[in-house]
């Protein structure tokens, strides 16, 4: 159900559903790229993913994902064929960890945002029953 809020002059508000399902996805999309880049951390090769967030018309937010080509360290790894230098990943833990623990903070604070928009909704349609 869409809630579109009207002023006393009758121009129109930004949903706060629309907005909050638009911040739903996109921190549902960071969450998503700091597990992977988690998972990963000890993938040599691999290279970490970043999330750019930018505003979305008519309104909310879009989430843009980005891989991140800065190299990995570098270390000697023994083969068949002798030494050989091995880059790692580029992921940090100390900057994926607290990262994800924010996006989920990020996240329950939309979907409060929708339970409450909800209560609102119900609250207004008991009344003018």
Known sequence: MKTVLTTLSG??????????????????????SNANNVANASTDGYKK??????????????????????PGSMRMEETNEG??????????LAEELPESQLNSRF????????????EMTASLLSIKA
């Open 49 to 70: 993913t970043r999330v750019l967030m930018s505003s979305q018309e008519p309104q909310g937010v879009q989430a843009t994902v980005q891989q991140v080509n800065s």
């Open 107 to 118: 996240y329950q604070a939309n979907l409060k945002t929708i339970e409450a928009t909800d």
């Open 83 to 92: 030494s050989e230098l091995v880059e790692g990943s580029n992921v940090e």
């Open 11 to 32: 121009e129109k508000m930004i949903s706060a559903t629309n907005s909050a399902l638009s911040g739903l996805q996109a921190f549902g999309t960071k969450i998503n």
